[in-house]
């Protein structure tokens, strides 16, 4: 590995976690095609970046949250009855989303799934429900589209976000939610890979180039979010799309 991979590899996984265009399926092309592998450690900071993104954009809701304040009881319990999905679904099946990842094709497919949903997303979300109208099935549908988004290709934040436009959330709730519903999800994630990390020791990467890919990816996942809620606001999700749609059936047919 070097400094200038590392960079590249944190702008890629800072903008394309939170840009809805998967940042899992750009991780299976980068793999196949330019022959970049991150392995273990480098990846697990690379992730505790983008946490640190949102950290930093919804710093005083997830201090709220922590806290228990009362106006913030209700986002706390809706996040992680959200979050148990994905948690359960990707330890039952961990096996076949790890096929999943060795499956170009299957990213292809998933991709033009995920373009859809984004073309879709400008058409609905007409209704303006907020916090004090969040209900259970709410936290439970959007918690399924984050776990259906465990499949390469699939975005997380563009099939959460347009889970909770599709059940009238406020454009600017269902954003937020989006985003706090991945740092429980980022963050067991980071925690496991932390476990395995601490049996393998660092491989193939320096102090200093984890800590040049950490910043890398708070930075671009920073901008991205920042990006990410100015277009949702404008209902301009779609543009996303035609990219997806692209990608997704250059990989389909020529790959």
Request: net charge neutral.
């Amino acid at each position: 590995m070097n400094l200038f991979k590392v960079i590249i590899l944190g702008i890629v996984q800072g903008v394309t976690e939170f840009l809805p265009i998967s940042s899992s399926g750009h991780l299976v092309i980068f793999q196949h095609f330019l022959d970049i592998q991150e392995g273990l450690t480098l990846d697990v900071f690379l992730h505790f970046g983008t946490l640190l993104a949102v950290a930093i954009v919804y710093w005083d809701d997830i201090v709220g949250m922590i806290t228990l304040k009362p106006e913030y009881r209700k986002l706390t319990l809706y996040v992680i009855l959200g979050s148990i999905p994905a948690g359960v679904i990707g330890i039952l099946f961990e096996d076949v989303f790890e096929q999943l990842f060795a499956t170009l094709r299957v990213v292809g497919f998933a991709l033009l799934v995920t373009g859809t949903l984004l073309w879709l997303s400008d058409r609905v979300g007409k209704e303006t429900r907020y916090l004090k109208d969040l209900k259970m099935s709410d936290a439970w549908v959007v918690g399924f589209a984050q776990a259906f988004a465990i499949i390469p290709g699939i975005s997380r934040s563009g099939s959460t976000i347009v889970a909770g436009l599709f059940k009238g959330l406020d454009r600017k709730l269902a954003a937020k939610y989006s985003f706090l519903l991945s740092v429980p999800v980022i963050g067991g994630a980071t925690l496991l890979q932390l476990k395995d990390l601490a049996t393998v020791g660092l491989v193939n990467v320096t102090v200093i180039e984890l800590v040049i890919g950490t910043i890398s990816s708070v930075i671009a996942g920073y901008f991205s979010i920042k990006l990410l809620l100015k277009l949702i606001n404008q209902e301009k999700l779609s543009i996303f799309a035609y990219y997806c749609w692209i990608l997704g059936l250059s990989v389909i047919l020529f790959f």
